[in-house]
């Protein structure tokens, strides 16, 4: 079974309901997708900006479920060597990944902001049929970073509470998912689906 990490709670809630609507949104996308694709198909018209959309849903979705990612374990991490080693090295890389990891994402949303106030102080619009104001799409993208920097970083700052602390909890919590975690979480995943369609 999964260890659960005392830190996503906190996260958890708000990561799962984006990724929700992240799931519902691209749905109800692919219509106006399909249809954008048969009319210049059979017709030679286009909807003018379905492209448009389906890029900046790309973009604001996409930074917006990484907090359910991180919540979930899902970045991909490469390990083979990290069975190899002692505990103690095991929790020093396993720390050093989600500082890194907090780095990384502070800097983008940094450099988020940065865009997002050049397209605001020069009113930038898309060069495209829709023109749309370019802040609308950043502002999303950058509130997705933001919620990502927060939580990559209180996930830093457990990690390296437990790398003085607790080498064996932090391993636990912060290495990648063993084989048998990853089953137990897809089967975990299969009976919830189940339980809900029978509940219904």
């Known amino acids: 079974m999964i260890r659960r990490n005392p830190i996503a709670r906190y996260v958890e809630g708000a990561a799962r309901w984006v990724a929700l ?4 949104w691209l749905l109800a996308l692919s219509l106006p997708s399909c249809v954008e694709i048969l009319l210049r198909k059979f017709a030679g018209v286009s909807l003018q900006g379905v492209d448009e959309i ?8 996409s930074s917006l479920s990484f907090a359910w990612a991180l919540v979930a374990k899902s970045h991909a991490r490469v390990d083979f060597l990290l069975g190899c080693m002692s505990e103690s090295a095991r929790a020093l890389l396993n720390a050093s990944a989600y500082v890194l990891l907090a780095a990384l994402a ?7 902001y940065t865009v997002l106030d050049d397209s605001l ?6 060069n495209s049929p829709l023109q749309t104001p370019l ?3 950043q502002a999303d993208w950058l509130a997705g970073q933001v919620v990502f920097a927060l939580a990559a970083g209180a996930y830093a700052v457990h990690a390296m509470w437990l790398l ?3 080498h064996r909890r ?20 299969i009976l919830s689906r189940v339980a809900e369609l029978q509940a219904r």
């Open 170 to 189: 932090l391993n636990d919590l912060y290495g990648p998912m063993t084989l048998d975690e990853e089953v137990a979480t897809e089967a975990s995943a």
């Open 21 to 24: 609507v992240d799931g519902w």
């Open 164 to 166: 003085l602390a607790d």
């Open 106 to 112: 502070d800097y983008t949303a940094w450099r988020g």
């Open 54 to 61: 389906g890029g900046y849903t790309l973009a604001i979705f």
């Open 135 to 137: 802040w609308i799409p």
């Open 121 to 126: 102080e020069f009113q930038a619009r898309a």
